[in-house]
């Protein structure tokens, strides 16, 4: 079972910026495509971006195209959402996840485990 530690949330200023990082357990970490999703209060939780076994394929939700992105370092068991000119609304809970599969999934149900979470909160 894999386990998955998110750091880096925080208070940050709109327009300002935010790196979260993600580090896993165990060998099969370059073998699955890992994901963030993201849970505001009173609301469910969201697809926010993935990235593919090899890092070679992402895929991001409508709302944080062109501002966030994400990156693997499988040497390192890490995979990282580099967050920028962060608005009001994307104050969540933002969680890391791995995938079922290799490639880069989008739904909550393409993935198997679950970090978390670490809390970012943007004030206007």
């Known amino acids: 079972q894999v386990q998955l530690v998110e750091s880096g949330g925080g208070l940050v200023q709109a327009g300002g910026s935010l790196r979260l990082s993600c580090a896993a357990s165990?060998?099969?970490?370059?073998?699955?495509?890992m994901g963030w999703f993201r849970q505001a209060p009173g609301k469910e939780r969201e697809f926010v971006a993935a990235?593919?076994?090899?890092?070679?394929?992402?895929n991001y939700a409508d709302s944080v195209k062109g501002r966030f992105t994400i990156s693997r370092d499988n040497a390192k068991n890490t995979v990282t959402l580099q967050m920028n000119s962060l608005k009001p609304e994307d104050t969540a809970v933002y969680y890391c996840?791995?995938?079922?599969?290799?490639?880069?999934?989008?739904?909550?149900?393409?993935?198997?485990?679950w970090g978390q979470g670490t809390q970012v909160t943007v004030s206007s």
């Open positions: 996840a791995r995938s079922r599969w290799r490639e880069a999934a989008t739904t909550r149900a393409d993935f198997l485990s």
């Open positions: 165990g060998s099969t970490f370059s073998s699955y495509a």
């Open positions: 990235i593919s076994w090899s890092g070679g394929r992402t």
